[in-house]
């Protein structure tokens, strides 16, 4: 649609992690090196001739360069007479995730001819679609989890006549990733109270002490401990006591109006061939939230891309930290997760995982639609 002539990616002592996704390496790579795909050509890499030897790949097109100069010169060579060029470069900054790519590479790459664009989209398709097994392990993943997460609310209420504390909880649930073979970069999130407050809370050794009539908020992330697999991610709330009080039921059902709009409005706009961006989905929960007259309290964006890393590069729900205009596609996958925030009284959140499937979007993680009490 955008009529690119090709995609440039470069790569500087690993400034670029997407570089890295469609080339491997077999050692340190030292000098600037820059990949070139072009529709129906072989691939060509311009790359300095002291790390040749790390690209092994009968694939490519080499073109060695000595110095800044050969450099410069393999670049005006093989980018003569294209327009427009992809690269991992976001617009003032507007895609944080896909700004990879120094200013000053950039200036001399449009110098040189080409307009340069974001390749976002191509980011997003190239690395961000999901293979049936990679969805299968992140399904698997997402009922380990669901498992999990009500295993520690029945903790909670085994043990709290024994000074149980936020840090004990998340230590449970990190046993239990290890005896489920999960594996996850950091977390869980389990928050009590006005701690709940803040969405990325993580208890340290001495916290708070579970009691009676104590709020709970526990947002838990992992993946199988297998290659290719794929994270899942969910946030579950609880109340300890014999009934939920009415000010914690009715911020959990604005949050859960939110988040089933959400989705709502993406099965809607799939199930009538219509595209959809990113931050329309934001601006639907955050529509819901604001006629209740808590948009202040939802202080971060609806949702974020996942793949092999928990937050990963594909489309985020987002209309409020940044404006995503990426479209949803198929084979990817993200979380909706609203929250109403009050300081200094306590957090909501509401989070499950999407796929969109070809059939259209389906949660593909387990889904809370009533507080958890924990007796």
């Known amino acids: 649609e955008n009529n690119i002539s ?30 070139l795909i072009k529709p129906n050509t072989q691939p060509s890499l311009i790359v300095h001739h002291v790390d040749i030897s ?49 200013a000053g590479t950039i200036e001399l790459i449009s110098e040189l001819g080409p307009k340069v664009i974001s390749s976002a989209d191509l980011v997003q398709f190239t690395t961000q679609t999901w293979t049936d097994s990679e969805l299968d392990s992140h399904i698997e993943a997402g009922r380990l989890l669901g498992i999990i997460v009500n295993d520690a609310f029945k903790f909670i209420g085994t043990n709290l006549n024994n000074n149980l504390t ?69 946030t579950w709330v609880a109340y ?40 329309e989905v934001d601006d639907i929960a955050r529509d819901t939230i604001q006629q209740y007259g808590y948009l202040n309290n939802f202080t971060h964006r609806l949702g974020h891309s996942i793949g092999y890393e928990v937050h990963s590069e594909g489309v985020n729900l987002d209309n409020w930290e940044t404006h995503d205009t990426r479209e949803i596609i198929k084979g990817i996958g993200f979380s909706i997760e609203p929250g109403i925030y009050i300081s200094s009284q306590f957090g909501m959140r509401s989070e499950i995982d999407v796929y969109i499937s070809d059939e259209g979007p389906v949660a593909s993680s387990p889904v809370q639609n009533q507080i958890v009490l924990i007796r």
Request: net charge negative; proline share 4%; no cysteine.
């Open 166 to 234: 936020e840090y004990d909880v998340a230590n449970y649930i990190r046993d239990l990733f290890v005896a489920n073979n999960l594996v996850t970069n950091d977390g869980p999130v389990v928050a009590a109270n006005e701690n709940s407050a803040d969405p990325h809370y993580e208890p340290e050794l001495r916290s708070h002490t579970l009691k009676s009539g104590d709020w709970i908020l526990i947002d838990l992330w992992a993946k199988l401990n297998n290659a290719q697999s794929i994270y899942a991610d969910i």
């Open 54 to 102: 790390k690209f092994i790949n009968e694939n490519l097109d080499i073109k060695p360069y000595s110095n800044r100069i050969n450099m410069i010169t393999q670049l005006e060579e093989n980018l003569k007479d294209m327009q427009i060029l992809a690269m991992e470069y976001s617009k003032s900054g507007q895609l944080p995730r896909i700004s990879r790519v120094d």
């Open 6 to 35: 090709g995609w440039l990616l470069y790569d500087y002592l690993k400034s670029n992690p997407i570089f890295h996704k469609l080339l491997t390496t077999t050692g340190h790579v030292t000098r600037p090196v820059y990949l």
């Open 240 to 279: 300890i006591g014999n009934s939920v009080p009415e000010n914690y039921q009715h911020i959990f059902n604005i949050v859960v109006e939110a988040r089933n709009k959400s989705l709502e409005f993406l099965k809607s706009k799939f199930a009538n061939n219509e595209k959809v961006q990113g931050w």
